[in-house]
T-cell receptor
Framework: GAGVSQSPRYKVAKRGQDVALRCDPI?????LFWYQQALGQGPEFLTYFQNEAQLDKSGLPSDRFFAERPEGSVSTLKIQRTQQEDSAVYLC??????????????FGPGTRLLVL | EDKVVQSPLSLVVHEGDTVTLNCSYEVTNFRSLLWYKQEKKAPTFLFML????IEKKSGRLSSILDKKELFSILNITATQTGDSAIYLCAVLSWSGGGNKLTFGTGTQLKVEL
């Protein structure tokens, strides 16, 4: 596709519910990133994939957060037993990212998650 | 821990004014500094700066990086209401076998008629 797409665009969950957020990166992009953006804050890094390998998950706030990219393209961010503090916009970005390069990351529109 | 600090946090100007947004950083394994504009959706890319002292320009926007003093500025001349947005500064660094972006909290710019 022309850009990074994410679904759903909006998700309302009851506290304790599990949610799954999907990201379709730009075709051919090797690297995929997930960010969490709370209201009034800049995006904060959650995790990073190079193809199907999750190389960095240091930003995941707890073991309730899990991300996968099994075939090196589409990625899913799963949040188990959601809490109110999980309410945020979840942004996905992808880049061509040849190893050692400094490629620009292109962002999707985000999924706005509200936990009640 | 990598850190990016932006100032001011918010700014209100009138159309036609010139604004300067600031970004300072402390990161290990610096690769580049990026500026993004965020309206109500995803951040959209403005500039990537890798070398000190070389100004990048795009229309009324320009940006420069000082790698010695660890800061960058984004200038917008002859501001228009359509420039109203959050401007995010991010630093790309090498981490864990790949590149990682650390963002500042952004500067919220409002341009009034």
């Amino acid at each position: 596709g022309a850009g990074v797409s994410q679904s759903p665009r909006y998700k309302v969950a009851k506290r304790g519910q599990d949610v799954a957020l999907r990201c379709d990166p730009i075709s051919g992009h090797v690297s995929l990133f997930w960010y969490q953006q709370a209201l009034g804050q800049g995006p904060e890094f959650l995790t990073y994939f190079q193809n199907e390998a999750q190389l960095d998950k240091s930003g995941l706030p707890s073991d309730r957060f899990f991300a996968e990219r099994p075939e090196g393209s589409v990625s899913t961010l799963k949040i188990q037993r959601t809490q109110q503090e999980d309410s945020a916009v979840y942004l996905c970005a992808s880049s061509v990212d040849r190893v050692g390069s400094a490629e620009t990351q292109y962002f999707g529109p985000g999924t706005r998650l509200l936990v009640l | 821990e990598d850190k990016v600090v932006q100032s001011p946090l918010s700014l209100v100007v009138h159309e036609g004014d010139t604004v300067t947004l600031n970004c300072s950083y402390e990161v290990t394994n610096f690769r580049s500094l990026l500026w993004y504009k965020q309206e109500k959706k995803a951040p959209t890319f403005l500039f990537m700066l890798t070398s000190s002292g070389i100004e990048k320009k795009s229309g009324r926007l320009s940006s420069i990086l000082d790698k010695k003093e660890l800061f960058s500025i984004l200038n917008i001349t002859a501001t228009q209401t359509g420039d109203s947005a959050i401007y995010l500064c991010a630093v790309l660094s090498w981490s864990g076998g790949g590149n990682k972006l650390t963002f500042g909290t952004g500067t919220q710019l409002k341009v009034e008629l």
